[in-house]
């Protein structure tokens, strides 16, 4: 795995997310990548602000950031 397969990793859960939100093993399933490619994805997509971490009932789920402006 290199810094180009986490970005195309990264799009792949981007697209998934940006529809709604998404637990942990819902993307594992939706996207088909394997944990760690899964991980490193989310990774990719936290660091540059682009989703949120959303624990709810002991389940964290994953959404697409949206930055509201005034």
Request: net charge negative; proline share 3%; charged share 25%.
């Amino acid at each position: 795995m290199n810094n180009c397969q986490i970005g195309e990793n990264a799009g792949i859960v981007w697209r998934v997310l940006h529809d709604r939100r998404h637990s942990w093993e819902e993307l594992v399933k939706i996207t088909e990548l394997h944990p760690l490619e899964l991980a490193s994805a989310i990774g990719w997509l936290a660091r540059e602000d682009k989703i949120r971490f959303l624990p709810e009932r002991g389940i964290m789920y994953f959404e697409v950031y949206h930055e509201c402006y005034y």
